[in-house]
C-alpha cells in the first residue's frame, strides 16, 4: 500500500520536469530567432584640421647647374676633381692639349689679328692726319671770307678756299669710317679665337670654373682626346637644392605658384617645409609602371630654411597642400558611399544604423569636409558592410 501511494508523486515530479525543459528550449528557440545587432566600427563627427594635397615621389636637383664644356678639341688631361669636391669662380679645374693642326690654326688667327690690330693704327694715324688738314682748311677758308669782306680778293679765291675746307671735312669723315672698319676687322680676329686664349705655360688651354659651387658630375675622368663642346663638368651654384615633383596634368591644374609643400621621405625623422616656385610651361609623355601613357608636368619647388644635407637627385616624398583649413566639420572618408548619385553615410541612433544622405566639400585621404547632412558629435559607421541597411540594430 505504500509502494502505490508513492506513484502519482513521482510522476508529477518528471511531468513538471519534462514541462520545464520544453519550455526552456521553446524560449531558447524563441531567443535565437530574434535578429541580431550587427557588429559595426563607428566614428564621430567633428571639428578638426583638414588639409588636401596631391601627393607624388619627387627628387631634388641642383638649382641652375653649369654644364662646362670643352673650348677647344685636343686632349684632355686628367682632371684630380671628384664629385662633390668645392670650386670657386675663376678655378683651373681642366686642361687641354691643342692638337698640332689646332695650333698651326691658332697662328694664322693670330697672325690675322696683328694685321687688323696694324690696320687700326694705321686707320688712327689717318684720322688724326685729316683732322690736322681740315683745321688748316678752316683757318684758311675763314682768313680768305675775311678778305674778300675787305674787297682784297675776289669771289673766285674765295671759292677754292670755301672747296678746299669742305674736302678736307669729307677726307675727315671717310678716315673716321675707315679707323672703325679696322676695328671692326680686329674684332672679328678676335672671335676667330675664342677658345684659343689664356694658354699655360706648357702650351695647354686651362679650362676654368664659371661660378663658385659644387662639382655634382664629372663627366670624362680619364685622359682622351675631345672634340670642343664636350661636356666635362656640371658644377651647381652654392649649396640650394630645387625640389622636382612630376604629377598628372590633371592634378597639376589644382597646384599654383607659394603652395606649401610638405616634404617627407628623405632619410630624417622630420617632415620639411617647402613652397612651390613654378610649375613648368610644358607636358612630357611618360608610361606607368603598368605601361599606360600619361601626360605629366614637373612642379618645381623649393626648400624653406636651411638644407638639411639633401644632395642632388635624392628622393622625396612631397605633398603639395592646395587647400587647408585649421577648423572644419569633417566626417571620415571611409563612412562615405554613393547611392542614388549622391553621398550617403549610416548614421547610427539609439544602436539603430539610420540611412543620412550628405554633401560634402573639400576631401583628404582620411577626411571629408561636411558641408549638410551631419553635425558634430553625430556616430557613424566606418567600412559599413553589405549587413548594414536602413534601420537593422547595430552595436
Known amino acids: 500500500m505504500a509502494h502505490n501511494s508513492a506513484e502519482p508523486g513521482g510522476n508529477s515530479k518528471r511531468w513538471l520536469l519534462t514541462l520545464l525543459v520544453i519550455v526552456g528550449v521553446g524560449v531558447m528557440i524563441v531567443w535565437s530567432s530574434r535578429p541580431q545587432p550587427v ?7 567633428e571639428q578638426r584640421e583638414l588639409i588636401v594635397s596631391v601627393q607624388e615621389q619627387g627628387r631634388t636637383r641642383a638649382r641652375e647647374p653649369f654644364t662646362v664644356a670643352a673650348p677647344v678639341s685636343g686632349q684632355l688631361l686628367r682632371t684630380t676633381l671628384i664629385e662633390g669636391d668645392r ?70 679765291e674765295r671759292d677754292a678756299y670755301r672747296q678746299a675746307a669742305d674736302a678736307a671735312q669729307v ?3 671717310a678716315a673716321e669710317a675707315g679707323l672703325a672698319a679696322a676695328r671692326a676687322d680686329v674684332e672679328s680676329a678676335r672671335s676667330q679665337l675664342i677658345g684659343y686664349g689664356g694658354r699655360g705655360p706648357e702650351g695647354e688651354i686651362p679650362v676654368l670654373a664659371p661660378t663658385d659651387g659644387y662639382v655634382h658630375r664629372v663627366f670624362e675622368k680619364s685622359e682622351r682626346v675631345v672634340a670642343a663642346g664636350t661636356p666635362l663638368f656640371q658644377i651647381s651654384r652654392g649649396e640650394s637644392m630645387e625640389l622636382v615633383v612630376d604629377l598628372l596634368t590633371q592634378e597639376a591644374v589644382q597646384v599654383s605658384q607659394g603652395d606649401r609643400m610638405l616634404i617627407s621621405g628623405w632619410g630624417g625623422a622630420q ?9 613648368e610651361p610644358e607636358a612630357f ?76 566639400g573639400q576631401r583628404s585621404a582620411e577626411y ?28
Open 171 to 173: 677726307r675727315l669723315v
Open 87 to 156: 670650386v670657386i669662380n675663376g678655378q683651373i679645374i681642366a686642361s687641354i692639349a691643342v692638337a698640332p693642326e689646332n695650333q698651326r690654326t691658332e697662328a694664322v688667327l693670330r697672325a690675322a689679328l696683328a694685321a687688323a690690330e696694324a690696320r687700326v693704327a694705321a686707320a688712327q694715324a689717318t684720322l688724326s692726319e685729316a683732322d690736322i688738314v681740315l683745321q688748316r682748311a678752316q683757318q684758311e677758308s675763314q682768313r680768305r671770307e675775311q678778305l674778300f669782306g675787305s674787297r682784297m680778293i675776289g669771289q673766285e
Open 285 to 360: 609623355t611618360k608610361f606607368s609602371a603598368l605601361g599606360v601613357e600619361e601626360q605629366r608636368v614637373n612642379v618645381i619647388g623649393e626648400l624653406v630654411g636651411t638644407n638639411p644635407g639633401l644632395g642632388a637627385e635624392y628622393r622625396i616624398e612631397a605633398a603639395i597642400v592646395v587647400w587647408e583649413n585649421p577648423a572644419v566639420l569633417t566626417v571620415p572618408t571611409s563612412a562615405l558611399f554613393r547611392r542614388d548619385e549622391s553621398w550617403h553615410v549610416f548614421l547610427v541612433e539609439a544602436g539603430t544604423a539610420v540611412l543620412r544622405a550628405v554633401q560634402t
Open 368 to 395: 571629408a569636409e561636411v558641408l549638410q547632412g551631419l553635425q558634430a558629435g553625430d556616430e557613424v559607421v566606418v567600412f559599413p558592410s553589405d549587413l548594414v541597411t536602413d534601420g537593422v540594430s547595430v552595436q
Open 271 to 279: 617632415t620639411l617645409e617647402g613652397r612651390v616656385h613654378y610649375i
Open 39 to 45: 557588429s559595426v566600427e563607428t566614428a564621430l563627427v
